[in-house]
């Protein structure tokens, strides 16, 4: 049986990919190119990965999440500051923050986490970080080529965005091909509150 590889994601409306398009366009001189960019078109933030499902798992995650979600009223969120994984010193992800209502988020995140394990997900062992992912660094990526990208990220500086208001979360399908990843909606689930 083919697999799907899967996530549940929050999507990102265009205002803010735009604010991604142009922050993306001042990380990426031509001196950097260990550097792999991520197309702003398919930046999303990224709740909890699934990895490889079964196509008969997709109801029930869906009824998952949708429970999980239940309490949770649309978020105003916005983009912040630059930053880096594991820090700016060696960097291998260059990544903006999420700012906003980031307390609901991390209490949505929590409870999808819960929620899943009973359909046979891990819990999550690092805390989540709401971060949307600009570049990672290629493995063969020196010391000082390293060293030099975390300086241009701690000079560059985000403008941010405009809170956006997040209504929906979806499960999303990734498909990987020779030029990159292909992502595809499964399902929305609306964030409806009360």
Do not use: C
């Amino acid at each position: 049986m083919e697999k799907i590889r899967a996530f549940i994601a929050i999507e990102l409306p265009d205002p803010v990919k735009d604010s991604l398009s142009s922050l993306e366009d001042r990380l990426r001189p031509a001196e950097h190119p260990y550097v792999k960019w991520v197309d702003p078109q398919g930046i999303h933030l990224t709740l909890k990965f699934l990895g490889n499902i079964a196509p008969d798992q997709v109801p029930r995650i869906i009824e998952a999440i949708t429970l999980a979600s239940q309490g949770t009223s649309p978020l105003k969120l916005q983009i912040g500051g630059l930053g880096a994984f594991p820090n700016l010193q060696r960097p291998r992800v260059i990544w903006v923050a999420v700012t906003g209502e980031v307390d609901p988020l991390i209490a949505l995140q929590r409870g999808m986490d819960q929620a899943l394990v009973p359909l046979g997900f891990a819990i999550e062992r690092r805390p989540f970080s709401p971060h949307l992912t600009l570049g990672r660094l290629r493995e063969r990526a020196s010391l000082v080529e390293r060293n030099s990208i975390g300086k241009l990220v701690m000079a560059t500086k985000s403008e941010g965005s405009p809170a956006q208001e997040v209504k929906q979360i979806s499960l999303m399908r990734s498909t990987l091909t020779p030029s990159g990843a292909i992502y595809s909606r499964l399902a929305s689930i609306e964030l409806k509150g009360g």
